[in-house]
Structures are given as structure tokens and as C-alpha cells.
């Protein structure tokens, strides 16, 4: 069994496709799995990654009968996965070549963690870099502001860092029961390790994507979804933390840094508040 399991799901990205899979070959290591969920393309997608496949075993592709949506797709490779360290790969982001050796060695050194987390590059078409965000968990004493501050600078992308595939599906039975929405669900899946501060994280391990990636999921969310989904995944925030073992002076704290988390990695209230008056006006656009 390979130590590490890869997820790639794709939709029409024979474009990026072959680059992202070639990025995968040629990491320093090399013990791994890549299953290809294809998630009903009507470009070459599928044809890139048999090719990828009959060339190197450790490449395997599985076609879904139709196309089950993004967020199924990515959750299916959870499932699929073989090893005990599982991360998925977009279908049109890049990493450096130690990007893997890099992020499993801190599993190898600390066999109680939960998620390694790169630093995360954005660059423009031409490969230039748009900007970085390189955060990292700050060494703060008290336990409370040291994780409400690790939740207001965690990127949302640390989602596609190098998880333990347990505590991963224990995150994700943890919180898409309460939020069933799409827009939001990678932060709010990391929010369960952050708040247990299982997450290392390390410079070293670049993660690179597009600042403008092209839209081939679409969908136009009314102001009444997107009430609803900041009212689902502030709910969500809030059980998530009535789990923990915390004093009430930490309850506080972590209560008001949860307040702004759940405003910054779903759609704002000054964004939504826009959109109910363009409705109300009758701009849909």
C-alpha cells in the first residue's frame, strides 16, 4: 500500500490536466497513489488521464457515471483513498517538487497530527506571482487568542494540504450535516482542526494556483441562500465549539474570533446585504 493516497477530481480541465499530473510524477517522493475521479468532461480530460494511467500503475482513473457536482466528486476520492495520508490536488494547481516529501515529513515526526499545510502562492497566466500567503500558527501563549487568530489567518486552500484520512472524514461527518452548501465547506471543514490545533505548517511546501482560475462550475446563489448559508455555517461554527473542553473565559474569547471567521470565509454581510438591495430593486444581474 502506497504510504500516501492523491485525489485529483476533474471537470473539463484538459487544459491544466497533464501539467498537474506530470507536477505529481515527478515529486521527490514518489510513494504514492493518484485516483482521477472524471466528473462527466466533454473535453480530453479523460483521455489525458488513462494516458497518465497506462503509463505509471501508481496513476488510476475512475469515470463517474454522470456528473455528481464538484463537492461530490472531491468527497468520493476521500473514499477511495487506500493509504492513511490522503490529499487532494485541483485540477489546475501546481506544487514544487518536495511539495510531498516536505508536508509527510512532519507526519513522520509528529504521528499526532492532523493536517500539514503549505504556504500558498497565486500567480497570473504567465506564471508570475500575484501574491503569497504564507501565515503561520503564531506563538502565542494563551491557547484562546493563539487559535482565534490561527482561524482569521488559516487559508481556506490548507484544505488541500496533507490530512490523516481519519481525522479528515471525523472533520467532514463533524460539520457537512449542519452546512450542506458548496460555497464555504473548506474552511468550515478546517475549522475543526484548527480549533483542536492539529495543523503544523511549512514554507517550504508551495502550493501554486492560478489567481484567476476559469469558472466551470457556475451558479447564481439569490440573497435569500446567502443569508442562509451565513446563518448555517455560523451554526455550524457554534457546535463545533460547544464539543470542546474550554473554560468560559476561553469560551468568550473564541466565541467573538468565531463571529468574524464565519463572516470572512462565507459570503460577507455587506456583500450579501448588496445583493438582497440589487433583488429588491430588481437587478439580478
Known amino acids: 500500500m502506497a504510504q500516501v493516497s492523491i485525489g485529483v477530481p ?8 497533464a501539467a498537474v ?3 505529481i510524477r515527478v515529486q521527490t517522493f514518489s510513494d504514492f497513489e493518484v485516483i482521477i475521479s472524471d466528473n462527466g468532461s466533454t473535453d480530453d480530460s479523460r483521455k489525458i488521464a488513462a494516458e497518465f494511467s497506462r ?7 475512475i469515470e463517474q457515471p454522470k456528473n455528481v457536482g464538484a463537492k461530490n466528486n472531491f468527497l468520493a476520492l476521500v473514499e477511495m483513498a487506500g493509504s492513511d495520508l490522503f490529499m487532494w490536488r485541483a485540477d489546475d494547481e501546481l506544487s514544487n517538487p518536495d511539495y510531498l516529501s516536505t508536508l509527510k515529513r512532519h507526519f513522520d515526526e509528529n504521528p499526532r497530527l492532523a493536517l500539514a499545510a503549505p504556504r500558498i502562492r497565486f500567480v497570473h497566466d504567465d506564471g508570475s506571482t500575484n501574491y503569497e500567503e504564507g501565515f503561520a500558527i503564531p506563538p ?17 486552500s490548507w484544505f488541500l494540504g496533507l490530512w490523516r484520512k481519519d481525522v479528515l472524514r471525523a472533520a467532514l461527518d463533524e460539520v457537512l450535516p449542519t452546512y450542506p452548501y458548496v460555497w464555504g465547506w473548506d ?37 435569500s441562500e446567502m443569508w442562509e448559508m451565513r446563518r448555517a455555517f455560523r451554526r455550524t461554527c457554534f457546535a463545533v465549539l460547544e464539543r470542546r473542553k474550554w473554560t468560559i473565559a476561553e469560551r468568550c474569547i473564541l466565541s467573538v474570533y468565531l463571529v468574524r471567521f464565519a463572516n470572512l470565509r462565507v459570503y460577507r454581510f455587506w ?5 438582497q438591495v440589487r433583488e429588491l430593486l430588481g437587478d439580478r444581474r
Do not use: H, Q
Not at 200 to 214: F, N, Q, V, W, Y
Open 10 to 17: 476533474v471537470y473539463n480541465g484538459a487544459t491544466t490536466l
Open 21 to 23: 499530473l506530470e507536477c
Open 55 to 61: 503509463r505509471d500503475a501508481r496513476f488510476r482513473l
Open 140 to 156: 502565542i501563549r494563551g491557547r484562546a487568542k493563539r487559535i482565534g487568530e490561527s482561524l482569521l489567518g488559516a487559508s481556506p
Open 187 to 223: 474552511p468550515i471543514t478546517l475549522l475543526p482542526v484548527l480549533l483542536d490545533e492539529g495543523v503544523e505548517t511549512d514554507a517550504r511546501a508551495i502550493l501554486i494556483k492560478r489567481s484567476i482560475s476559469p469558472a466551470r462550475y457556475r451558479w447564481r446563489v439569490p440573497a
Open 271 to 275: 456583500k450579501t446585504m448588496r445583493a
